[in-house]
């Protein structure tokens, strides 16, 4: 099981970017998808989870209406489209998958099995 991110880099504030996270060895459709952040001197956080195929996408509060996790399971791809950044926003950000809870709210961004080797994002004021 492999997880690659890619699509990091650094952009101003109010720019956009979109991270893509490809999986081989498995496929994310069925299992529980996420994107987390960690930034220096702080703990990792859930981002953006979706716990199994039929539960709602859980948004931390600090990302709401600004990024979206989408999937496209012909390519077996998660992506995360980020609008809006801001200076907190800098990052290195990790793909995740699990087997699925089918949580809605912050448990959906929890015990997540096989991680990426992260991206970093920064974003300049």
């Known amino acids: 099981v492999q997880l690659v991110e890619s699509g990091g880099g650094s952009v101003q504030a109010g720019g956009s970017l979109r991270l893509s996270c490809a999986a081989s060895?498995?496929?994310?459709?069925?299992?529980?998808i996420g994107w987390f952040r960690q930034a220096p001197g702080k703990e990792r956080e859930g981002v953006s989870c979706?716990?199994?195929?039929?539960?709602?996408?859980y948004y931390a509060d600090s990302v709401k209406g600004r990024f979206t996790i989408s999937s496209d399971n012909s390519k077996n791809t998660v992506y995360l489209q980020m609008n809006s950044l801001k200076p907190e926003d800098t990052a290195v950000y990790y793909c995740?998958?699990?087997?699925?809870?089918?949580?809605?709210?912050?448990?959906?961004?929890?015990?997540?099995?096989?991680w990426g080797q992260g991206t970093q994002v920064t974003v300049s004021s």
């Open positions: 979706i716990s199994s195929s039929n539960s709602n996408t």
């Open positions: 060895g498995f496929t994310f459709d069925g299992y529980a």
């Open positions: 995740a998958s699990g087997y699925p809870t089918y949580y809605e709210d912050y448990r959906a961004c929890q015990n997540y099995d096989y």
